[in-house]
């Protein structure tokens, strides 16, 4: 009886410990981001926060990287199961197009649009046009990253290639320091406005925004659908009074095919739930809005994200 007894207890003890420590695990996904000076990185980091809040058995590691093309092989080889990119280097790499020519990338889907990313073209005094940059040093982002192929298609439009410029593959905070420098003379840089790495520069540099006028605005949208005019709001920046016109295309959370439907859609639903709570964490927080999400996506969004945007309406 005492041995039958002795087994009992062991076994409810056993049992006991799988349902705590079942109660006390969490999933902790890899979120891949953009360098720790641009907006990808500290926006991912007020999201990851705010969903870990809200979703009591998630977590996140998040990373910086590369940005957008190296996030896109990142999901697809599942070293990351979330990542923030731009909406059409995502179009490229799901087509096999452009910066993935050839190469179909698979494995990944969309989640929800979140805020438009501003193509901001910093310069010197002396520089005031996208014609100016001719001949000039000039930062076109990290190699492969979606900002090098912005660059080219902004050129494209004025007529103009990497061959008419120097070219530099530097990140938004290093472009800023040598920009300060000296050197270089310019940089693109495609990210939410205002962006830190411009914001910190301005401080302590007189710089000029670079216009896109509606002319080469129409030409570049024309070609490159995917793009739409945006007017980055005066004082965005320390010395700019005015606003200033340019292209924006969309920063998009993808996710790997591998996750539930379940987890995304709890990410999903919290992520605009809680908007206003992203929304004290970062400023892009605000541009939070689910028919924005959903209106830039050009390749399949995932099923749990699918289900939530059908059930507030947003999708039939």
Same mark, same amino acid.
């Given at each position: 009886?005492?041995?039958?007894? &002795?087994?009992?207890?062991?076994?409810?003890?056993?049992?006991?410990?799988?349902?705590?420590?079942?109660?006390?695990?969490?999933?902790? @996904?890899?979120?891949?981001?953009?360098?720790?000076? %641009?907006?990808?990185?500290?926006?991912?980091?007020?999201?990851?926060?705010?969903?870990?809040?809200?979703?009591?058995?998630?977590?996140?590691?998040?990373?910086? =990287?590369?940005?957008?093309?190296?996030?896109?092989? @990142?999901?697809? $080889?599942?070293?990351?199961?979330? !990542?923030?990119?731009?909406? $059409?280097?995502?179009?490229? *790499?799901?087509?096999?197009?452009?910066?993935?020519?050839?190469?179909?990338?698979?494995?990944?889907?969309?989640?929800?649009?979140?805020?438009?990313?501003?193509? #901001?073209?910093?310069?010197?005094?002396?520089?005031?046009?996208?014609?100016?940059?001719?001949?000039?040093?000039?930062?076109?982002?990290?190699?492969?990253?979606?900002?090098? &192929?912005?660059?080219?298609?902004?050129?494209? +439009?004025? %007529?103009?290639?990497?061959?008419?410029?120097?070219?530099?593959?530097?990140?938004?905070?290093?472009? +800023?320091?040598?920009?300060?420098?000296?050197?270089?003379? +310019? &940089?693109?840089?495609?990210? %939410?406005?205002?962006?830190?790495?411009?914001?910190?520069? *301005?401080?302590?540099? !007189?710089?000029?925004?670079?216009?896109?006028?509606?002319? /080469?605005? *129409?030409?570049?949208?024309?070609?490159?659908? &995917?793009?739409?005019?945006?007017?980055?709001?005066?004082?965005?920046?320390? %010395?700019?009074?005015?606003?200033? #016109?340019?292209? *924006?295309?969309? !920063?998009?959370?993808?996710?790997?095919?591998?996750?539930?439907?379940?987890?995304?859609?709890?990410? =999903?639903?919290?992520?605009?739930?809680?908007?206003?709570?992203?929304?004290?964490? /970062?400023?892009?927080? !605000?541009?939070?809005?689910?028919?924005?999400?959903?209106?830039?996506?050009?390749?399949?969004? /995932?099923?749990?994200?699918?289900?939530?945007?059908?059930?507030?309406?947003?999708?039939?």
């Amino acid at each position: 009886m005492k041995k039958k007894i &002795f087994t009992i207890i062991v076994a409810m003890l056993l049992i006991f410990s799988f349902v705590l420590s079942g109660c006390s695990s969490k999933t902790t @996904l890899k979120m891949a981001t953009g360098g720790t000076t %641009g907006t990808y990185y500290a926006y991912s980091g007020t999201v990851s926060q705010v969903l870990g809040e809200k979703i009591g058995d998630l977590s996140f590691d998040v990373q910086s =990287t590369g940005a957008s093309k190296a996030n896109i092989y @990142l999901v697809s $080889d599942k070293e990351a199961d979330i !990542a923030i990119v731009q909406n $059409d280097v995502m179009y490229y *790499a799901y087509n096999g197009i452009d910066l993935f020519d050839g190469e179909k990338v698979e494995g990944f889907s969309a989640l929800a649009g979140v805020y438009a990313e501003v193509c #901001q073209i910093v310069a010197k005094g002396d520089i005031t046009s996208v014609s100016d940059l001719k001949g000039k040093r000039v930062s076109v982002g990290d190699i492969g990253s979606g900002v090098e &192929f912005n660059s080219r298609q902004i050129l494209e +439009a004025y %007529g103009m290639s990497f061959d008419d410029i120097v070219v530099n593959n530097l990140s938004f905070g290093d472009s +800023a320091t040598a920009l300060k420098d000296d050197k270089i003379d +310019a &940089f693109f840089c495609v990210a %939410g406005a205002p962006t830190t790495a411009i914001v910190e520069l *301005a401080t302590t540099n !007189a710089i000029n925004l670079i216009e896109i006028d509606d002319e /080469h605005a *129409a030409k570049l949208i024309d070609k490159y659908p &995917f793009y739409t005019k945006f007017d980055i709001p005066a004082g965005s920046y320390k %010395g700019v009074d005015n606003a200033v #016109q340019t292209v *924006a295309v969309v !920063a998009t959370y993808i996710v790997s095919d591998q996750l539930s439907d379940d987890l995304v859609y709890k990410i =999903t639903k919290a992520l605009f739930e809680n908007k206003d709570e992203i929304a004290v964490g /970062h400023p892009k927080g !605000a541009e939070l809005d689910p028919e924005y999400a959903v209106s830039g996506i050009s390749i399949p969004i /995932h099923p749990g994200a699918e289900k939530y945007f059908k059930e507030i309406g947003v999708l039939n």
